[in-house]
T-cell receptor, first 112, second 114 residues
């Protein structure tokens, strides 16, 4: 069974604090995607990382793909209330077709 | 470019009934995947359709079925609804070939079974 574990599950922080969300698996992924989902809406794609060791920045968000392509992290600098939401990672396994393994999710609340 | 659309957005059904949900993918995308999202189980993969053929399937009972039309639009059907089927149903589209593996989600259909 392929699993993608995210930690922490829940996070409540004050505006301006930094945080890191982790996504870990024993499987090797062709790529990994991060999504943010707000209540009652579908997940919105934030970034895709493809190469082992790759680091991508999206304003205050920094995404890193592990060297072995089994894990990833999302770091938010100076969190704002607008960052509140459910963060999901999704590993992609490409073997003829694409198989998506979704993480368990991290629910972030940023307090003003 | 228009995003993924799903209809209806909200639905209330009674146990034992059946329901059909619809998804229109992004123009040019040939792959449509369906997911069930609940607070307890997270995002669970139902099935994927590519060029009108089911290409992948998750571990859901046969009450859950789907199809895809020649214009890539997809429908999902749930028969004999159970209370546990209450969930947010999401569809995601992608090109489905080559290096184009990124999935884009629709807003979802919130199904409540009473």
């Amino acid at each position: 069974t392929q699993l993608l574990e995210q930690s922490p599950q829940f996070l409540s922080i004050q505006e301006g604090e930094n945080l890191t969300v982790y996504c870990n698996s024993s499987s090797v992924f062709s790529s990994l995607q991060w999504y943010r989902q707000e209540p009652g809406e579908g997940p919105v794609l934030l970034v895709t990382v493809v190469t082992g060791g790759e680091v991508k920045k999206l304003k205050r968000l920094t995404f890193q793909f592990g060297d072995a392509r089994k894990d990833s992290s999302l770091h938010i600098t100076a969190a704002q209330p607008g960052d509140t939401g459910l963060y999901l990672c999704a590993g992609v396994i490409a073997s003829g077709t694409y198989k998506y393994i979704f993480g368990t999710g991290t629910r972030l609340k940023v307090l003003a | 470019k228009a995003g993924v659309t799903q209809t209806p957005r909200y639905l209330i059904k009674t146990r034992g009934q059946q329901v059909t949900l619809s998804c229109s993918p992004i123009s040019g995308h040939r792959s449509v995947s369906w997911y069930q999202q609940t607070p307890g189980q997270g995002l669970q993969f139902l099935f994927e359709y590519f060029s009108e053929t089911q290409r992948n399937k998750g571990n859901f009972p046969g009450r859950f079925s789907g199809r895809q039309f020649s214009n890539s639009r997809s429908e999902m059907n749930v028969s004999t609804l159970e209370l546990g089927d209450s969930a947010l149903y999401l569809c995601a589209s992608s090109k489905g070939t080559g290096d184009s593996y990124e999935q884009y989600f629709g807003p979802g259909t919130r199904l409540t079974v009473t």
